[in-house]
């Protein structure tokens, strides 16, 4: 793996003498083609502190993109997923409180808890986090199968954000199964307010967020203005059909605007991470 933006520090003689000896090194190291230790991703990838967007809470999402644009093939997006890519995703999820995630994405993955693992232990101690994120699961008709061991094996209990026409034999199924139950949206459609769920995260002191989406939920965040960081990795495929994009929902009223922040590259596959500016 090896950085492309931002461009590291120039080696050259000719800049030698101008570049602090220490920059050189970093920039040298940073262009090197090699596999990044977990902590060099994790520094790479840290949340600003404190983790706050004007919703109470920072939301970062990360998805994966064939070059066509589609964002899964045959259903999944494991066939657009690579080593680095898995890597990736390992280190998004051990730094963030809660991983949101939409129930159809929960269905078609298989997901289950997120686990703990001794890499982010001294991290996520040293920032008052549990062991492992909370999977917090966006349904507003709570239509899921609670045996699964998302909710049986948890390390953290698993919360399941919903609207006002859950009904009331799911609710208190979810809760039987050791879930916690948030109700983020109070409209007669009975769906959940994604501006309203992230809300109700960051009052559980889940401030640093990440959503895996899928494409339904993420068009939903990023309609409600509260998306405000995309990592997206760009995979050397090609897939046609008629696969959804990263995103899929109504049109925003004005296209929201975001920056480069960096780009890694490894085996043909771009790890790019946009942050959203604010007016």
């Not at 502190?49 to 809470?57: D, M, N």
């Not at 699961?137 to 045996?147: G, I, K, N, T």
């Amino acid at each position: 793996m090896r950085r492309l933006f931002p461009v590291p520090a120039r080696t050259s003689a000719d800049s030698s003498a101008e570049t602090p000896a220490g920059e050189r090194e970093a920039g040298e190291r940073a262009a090197e083609d090699r596999e990044w230790a977990l902590d060099e991703l994790a520094d790479a990838y840290a949340y600003p502190e404190p983790p706050h967007g004007p919703s109470g809470a920072f939301l970062r999402a990360n998805m994966v993109s064939s070059l066509d644009g589609a964002a899964h093939h045959d259903g999944r997006s494991k066939p657009l997923s690579s080593d680095a890519d898995m890597r990736i995703f390992g280190v998004l999820r051990g730094l963030a409180d809660a991983v949101v995630v939409g129930a159809e994405t929960v269905r078609l993955e298989g997901y289950r808890p997120a686990r703990a693992r001794e890499a982010f232990a001294e991290r996520r101690a040293a920032l008052g986090q549990a062991p492992a994120p909370a999977i917090a699961v966006v349904s507003a008709s709570l239509d899921l199968d609670f045996s699964m061991p998302l909710f049986t094996e948890p390390l953290v209990p698993t919360i399941v954000i919903t609207g006002a026409a859950a009904a009331a034999e799911r609710i208190e199924r979810a809760r039987a199964a050791g879930a916690e139950v948030v109700f983020a949206g109070a409209g007669p459609s009975g769906r959940v307010d994604a501006a309203a769920a992230v809300t109700a995260l960051a009052e559980l002191g889940h401030t640093r967020l990440l959503t895996e989406g899928g494409p339904t939920l993420l068009a939903q965040f990023a309609a409600a203005g509260v998306l405000d960081e995309l990592c997206l990795a760009v995979a050397p495929l090609v897939t046609a059909g008629a696969a959804k994009r990263i995103m899929d929902g109504a049109e925003l009223g004005e296209p929201e605007q975001f920056t480069l922040d960096s780009v890694l590259e490894e085996a043909g596959f771009l790890f790019t991470r946009y942050r959203r500016i604010y007016p």
